[in-house]
C-alpha cells in the first residue's frame, strides 16, 4: 500500500514514520510512505505557499496553486488520481471502521493544512474525504496524518508479524481489547489471572472475551450496541448491568426485545405459515449468526420486527381485497 502526504514538513513525515512497526514495514515493501512538499511546486521565487486571507483576519492561508499543483503532478506520475483525505477538525472523526474502508485502498493521498487552513478552491477540487481526530485544533495536519498511516497500515498484510494482532486489539468486533499480562506470574502481591496459566485455550478465549465485554461496559459503553455478541455474551452483558448496578449505554437492546420480536414474528406467520415452528428456526438462527459475528442484537430486532409488521401488511391487504370482492359480487 502507497502513502503519498502533500506537506510543508516532509521531514516531520519520513522521521516519524520511518521507526518501529511502519518503519520495518517501508522497508520489507509492505507500506510505501511518500512525503512531497508543496514549498516545490511554489512559483515564487521565495518559495512562498501562502498569503493573506481576503475579507481580513489573522494569520495566512496556504494558496490553492501549490497544492493544486503537487496533487496533479503526482497523478500524471501515477497514471490515476487517487482519493485525498484532508485533515481537518471539521471533518468525520476516525476510527477503527474508516481505518478499515481507507486500508483497501491501493494508493492514499493526505493534504496537510497549516497556518490558518488551505483556500477553500483546493479543497473543493482535489479532495474527496475530510477527516479528523477529534474536537481540538492542532498547528498542522502532520501528526492526524502519521496517526492515521500507522492505523491503516496495521491492517495491510504482512505488516504485523502476528496476523491475529490486528483482529484482537480494541476496538476490532466493537470492544476494547482484553487485559495483557506477562512474567513474573506475581508482582508487588498482584497475580496474573489463573485462568491465562492453565494453558487451556477455550476457557483463555472466553475469559478474554468477557474481560473485553467487562472493560468496553466500564470506559467505553458507548460502542456496546454496535459490539457483535453472541446470545450467551448478551446474557453475560445483562448479568453485569444488573448485578454492578451499571447504566446501561444509549440506544442498549435487550435479549427480551428479540424474542418478543420473534413472537410477534411467529404470531404474524400463524398457524397456516407454521408459525410456532418457524418462531423455533428463526431463535437458532438468530444464534448462530451471533455467534459468527455477523450481525448485532439491534440488527436481528430490527429484522424481525420489519418481517412481522410487513406480514401483518400483506394479510391486512389481502382481508380488504377479499372484502372487496365480496362487495363487488353483490
Not at 477553500?120 to 477527516?131: F, G, Y
Not at 487451556?200 to 468477557?210: P, S
Not at 459503553?221 to 454496535?226: G, K, R, T, V, W
Request: a negative charge; proline letters at 5%.
Amino acid at each position: 500500500m502507497n502513502f503519498h502526504v502533500l506537506t510543508l514538513f516532509p521531514q516531520m513525515i519520513t522521521d516519524g514514520l520511518g521507526v518501529s512497526i511502519t518503519g520495518r514495514a517501508m522497508e520489507n515493501g509492505r507500506i510505501s510512505v511518500e512525503a512531497l512538499d508543496i514549498r516545490e511546486y511554489s512559483t515564487d521565487k521565495h518559495r512562498h505557499v501562502d498569503d493573506v486571507p481576503y475579507g481580513g483576519g489573522a494569520g495566512m492561508v496556504m494558496q490553492a496553486g501549490p497544492v493544486c499543483d503537487a496533487y496533479e503532478a503526482l497523478c500524471s506520475r501515477l497514471g490515476k488520481r487517487p482519493r485525498v483525505i484532508y485533515m481537518t477538525p471539521q471533518g468525520r472523526v476516525f476510527n477503527q471502521s474508516i481505518a478499515k474502508e481507507l486500508a483497501a485502498e491501493e494508493d492514499l493521498v493526505f493534504l496537510c493544512g497549516h497556518y490558518e487552513g488551505i483556500d477553500e478552491r483546493a479543497l473543493s477540487l482535489i479532495v474527496t474525504d475530510n477527516l479528523s481526530l477529534g474536537d481540538f485544533v492542532l498547528t498542522g495536519g502532520e501528526l492526524p496524518a502519521m496517526v492515521m498511516i500507522d492505523c491503516i497500515s496495521r491492517l495491510v498484510p504482512g505488516v504485523l508479524n502476528n496476523e491475529a494482532s490486528a483482529e484482537e486489539e480494541s476496538f476490532s468486533g466493537g470492544l476494547l481489547e482484553y487485559p495483557q499480562y506477562t512474567r513474573p506470574p506475581v508482582y508487588r502481591g498482584l497475580s496474573v489471572p489463573e485462568v491465562l496459566l492453565t494453558g487451556h485455550h477455550k476457557r483463555i478465549a472466553d475469559w478474554r472475551r468477557r474481560e473485553s465485554i467487562k472493560r468496553t461496559l466500564e470506559r467505553r459503553p458507548d460502542l456496546l450496541p454496535e459490539a457483535c455478541l453472541s446470545l450467551k455474551e448478551q446474557e453475560f452483558l445483562e448479568e453485569l448491568l444488573t448485578r454492578e448496578g451499571a447504566k446501561a449505554p444509549q440506544e442498549h437492546v435487550q435479549l427480551a426485545e428479540l424474542k418478543k420480536a420473534l413472537a410477534d414474528w411467529a404470531d404474524a406467520l400463524g398457524p397456516k405459515r407454521q408459525g410456532a415452528r418457524a418462531g423455533r428456526r428463526g431463535l437458532a438462527l438468530a444464534k448462530r449468526l451471533l455467534k459468527a459475528g455477523a450481525c448485532n442484537l439491534r440488527d436481528l430486532i430490527g429484522f424481525y420486527r420489519v418481517c412481522g409488521a410487513r406480514l401483518r401488511q400483506e394479510d391486512q391487504e389481502r382481508d380488504e381485497n377479499i372484502a372487496e370482492n365480496r362487495s363487488d359480487a353483490r
